[in-house]
């Protein structure tokens, strides 16, 4: 069963990669940049941040929510849902059986979702009442976020090598239509992966000014996320994020490539060795 749902899954990840393939990407990004310079920009900071507890991980689960180390997990809702403060109390404290409902909610959600054309993906951005921007300081992690119509939440995933973060740095670039006020309830999780002594010592040397290093853009191409956000959605399918889970884990870099690469290029190859994975897997 479970090999039926990762193979429905990259079939359908398949169509959603060949949807790049139609003509006419340049003129809708140029569409959304122009569409977005006619909207009402304002800036405020995540609503929630949370650092994920240690879970028990349990082979061939079922469960796509549970936290991947060596990532930041971003969430939105719909504005007035309770889900961003039950998945906040679920990371925070451990506990399996909210991220399980979370998890149906999305899974009813996409059911039989179409595959949208990049006409459709963009006509929706253009006609929501608000997009944003995810940055962490002047680093741009992901552009023009929204919420489908009809979606209850939304997930998105950043490389991150488990260094420091100042999470006041963190900020969304909200764009409303004239006359809206709509905005997302979001969480941020911070899931550090396991480092050996070497990468430790590599990742505490980054400055302070600096740390920025230790997180990275989406895999999915940061001009353009807003015509993938059903890519996202359909990633957290719990086939292929067992199959992430499992090669993020194995993640390292020796004592020799820390010596020979030194402590800032070694934090950038930790975050840049995830986001291939990710990538890999068309998150």
């Not at 990004?29 to 405020?44: F, K």
């Not at 956000?229 to 359909?234: G, M, N, P, R, S």
């Amino acid at each position: 069963m479970q090999g039926d749902m990762q193979g429905d899954t990259r079939s359908r990840l398949s169509q959603i990669h060949a949807v790049f393939d139609e003509p006419g990407l340049g003129r809708h990004i140029a569409a959304i940049r122009a569409d977005a310079g006619r909207r009402v920009a304002s800036t405020r900071a995540p609503d929630r941040v949370v650092t994920a507890a240690k879970f028990k991980h349990i082979r061939g689960s079922d469960n796509a929510l549970m936290p991947i180390e060596g990532s930041i997990m971003m969430f939105w809702a719909r504005p007035g849902s309770d889900i961003i403060s039950r998945l906040e109390k679920a990371y925070a404290n451990g506990e399996q059986a909210p991220l399980h409902e979370v998890n149906d909610i999305i899974a009813r959600q996409l059911a039989d979702e179409p595959i949208p054309t990049l006409d459709a993906a963009s006509d929706a951005v253009l006609a929501s009442p608000m997009h944003f921007d995810v940055r962490y300081g002047t680093k741009v992690l992901s552009r023009t976020l929204t919420l489908p119509e009809g979606a209850e939440i939304c997930l998105l995933v950043f490389p991150y090598n488990g260094g420091d973060l100042n999470e006041e740095d963190f900020a969304l670039d909200q764009f409303h239509r004239a006359g809206e006020t709509v905005e997302f309830p979001t969480l941020l999780v911070k899931v550090p992966p396991k480092l050996s002594e070497v990468e430790l010592e590599a990742i505490r040397a980054v400055p302070a000014d600096q740390v920025g290093i230790n997180i990275g853009e989406a895999s999915c191409c940061p001009a353009v996320t807003a015509l993938v956000l059903i890519a996202v959605a359909l990633a957290t399918h719990a086939g292929i994020w067992q199959e992430i889970g499992d090669q993020m884990n194995n993640v390292r870099l020796t004592e020799s490539q820390i010596a020979r690469l030194g402590p800032m290029a070694s934090a950038q190859e930790l975050v840049a060795v995830r986001r291939e994975i990710f990538e890999a897997h068309g998150v």
